[in-house]
């Protein structure tokens, strides 16, 4: 997947020559825009009417290459599921104006409707800690389901909703940010995010790869270290410290990295009954 950032907030914004340039990438899909709706000194929010009309350009752009990609609609601000409602309908609020915008001006009486098209998902909290209980993606998939008309165990919320940027939380969310809670709650949020995407079938794409520096401070949020080594399971701890003996089609499999994890969970391995425990001990 591709993402194109918007580059300014005002009709700037309709300059084609990026687009056709990202077009040529060859993208498999294309983000056309990102974090839209939030406005602050580290984002780029834009109007939803210049916003319809840049998605609009894009659309047509990455499809005059592509016809086949599915292209998506940014990227909401990243809320917790289950309890930010009125952030979430503020969400809704923004796709209508949009909506409005390309029916009235990009293309009057047009028909296009949010609805039948693909939207980007931030989800950034320590999904799968500290209980199982505590997971922002599912009542995320459960409230955009809701929007969509469409049954979230059905396997067609993927059709609506993509998580382009999915990551833990770890300051100003409520947690403890020692080096156990951060690495625990860390291994615990990769697998709750993968069980979750996987479950309701809607692609999901990672924060980043990497551990990084960002605003002044330390994100290890990555599955690989800042010399890009992969990770132990539990990151504060040495490679091997903590394994888990998997279940797999093919037969068990024993993992002691992240990197390792992820791939047999998206192989259909099944981890055992006691991950938890072993993760927190």
Same mark, same amino acid.
């Given at each position: 997947?591709?993402?194109?950032?918007?580059?300014?907030?005002? /009709?700037?914004?309709?300059?084609?020559?990026? @687009?056709?340039? =990202?077009? $040529?990438? #060859?993208? +498999? !899909?294309?983000?056309?825009?990102?974090?839209?709706?939030?406005?602050?000194?580290?984002?780029?929010?834009?109007?939803?009417?210049?916003?319809?009309?840049?998605?609009?350009?894009?659309?047509?752009?990455?499809?005059?290459?592509?016809?086949?990609?599915?292209?998506?609609?940014?990227?909401?601000?990243?809320?917790?599921?289950?309890?930010?409602?009125?952030?979430?309908?503020?969400?809704?609020?923004?796709?209508?104006?949009?909506?409005?915008?390309?029916?009235?001006?990009?293309?009057?009486?047009?028909?296009?409707?949010?609805?039948?098209?693909?939207?980007?998902?931030?989800?950034?909290?320590?999904?799968?800690?500290?209980?199982?209980? /505590?997971?922002?993606?599912?009542?995320?998939? @459960?409230?955009? =389901?809701? $929007?969509? #008309?469409? +049954? !979230?165990?059905?396997?067609?919320?993927?059709?609506?909703?993509?998580?382009?940027?999915?990551?833990?939380?770890?300051?100003?969310?409520?947690?403890?940010?020692?080096?156990?809670?951060?690495?625990?709650?860390?291994?615990?949020?990769?697998?709750?995010?993968?069980?979750?995407?996987?479950?309701?079938?809607?692609?999901?794409?990672?924060?980043?790869?990497?551990?990084?520096?960002?605003?002044?401070?330390?994100?290890?949020?990555?599955?690989?270290?800042?010399?890009?080594?992969?990770?132990?399971?539990?990151?504060?701890?040495?490679?091997?410290?903590?394994?888990?003996?998997?279940?797999?089609?093919?037969?068990?499999?024993?993992?002691?990295?992240?990197?390792?994890?992820?791939?047999? @969970?998206?192989?259909?391995?099944?981890?055992?009954?006691?991950?938890?425990?072993?993760?927190?001990?």
């Amino acid at each position: 997947m591709l993402s194109v950032c918007q580059w300014a907030r005002d /009709t700037r914004l309709y300059d084609t020559k990026n @687009l056709n340039d =990202a077009a $040529q990438g #060859g993208a +498999d !899909a294309v983000q056309c825009g990102n974090e839209q709706m939030k406005f602050g000194p580290y984002n780029m929010g834009v109007a939803p009417a210049i916003f319809a009309k840049f998605y609009d350009l894009c659309q047509h752009a990455m499809h005059a290459v592509r016809p086949e990609i599915p292209i998506i609609i940014g990227s909401n601000d990243p809320h917790v599921g289950g309890s930010d409602y009125a952030p979430l309908y503020n969400e809704v609020g923004y796709f209508n104006a949009m909506q409005y915008a390309m029916n009235t001006s990009v293309h009057p009486g047009g028909n296009w409707n949010w609805h039948s098209q693909i939207i980007g998902l931030i989800d950034s909290w320590h999904n799968g800690y500290p209980s199982v209980s /505590t997971n922002s993606l599912y009542y995320l998939f @459960l409230f955009w =389901a809701q $929007q969509f #008309g469409v +049954d !979230a165990g059905s396997g067609a919320l993927g059709k609506h909703l993509w998580v382009i940027e999915g990551t833990g939380c770890i300051f100003g969310c409520g947690i403890a940010t020692d080096s156990y809670d951060v690495s625990v709650s860390h291994i615990l949020t990769l697998i709750t995010d993968v069980q979750t995407s996987m479950r309701y079938k809607v692609p999901f794409f990672y924060f980043s790869a990497k551990d990084f520096y960002s605003q002044g401070a330390f994100w290890p949020m990555g599955i690989r270290n800042l010399n890009d080594h992969p990770k132990p399971l539990r990151q504060d701890l040495w490679m091997g410290a903590r394994t888990l003996s998997m279940s797999c089609p093919s037969g068990h499999a024993t993992v002691s990295s992240q990197e390792q994890l992820l791939a047999k @969970l998206y192989g259909g391995c099944n981890l055992p009954g006691n991950y938890v425990g072993i993760l927190e001990s």
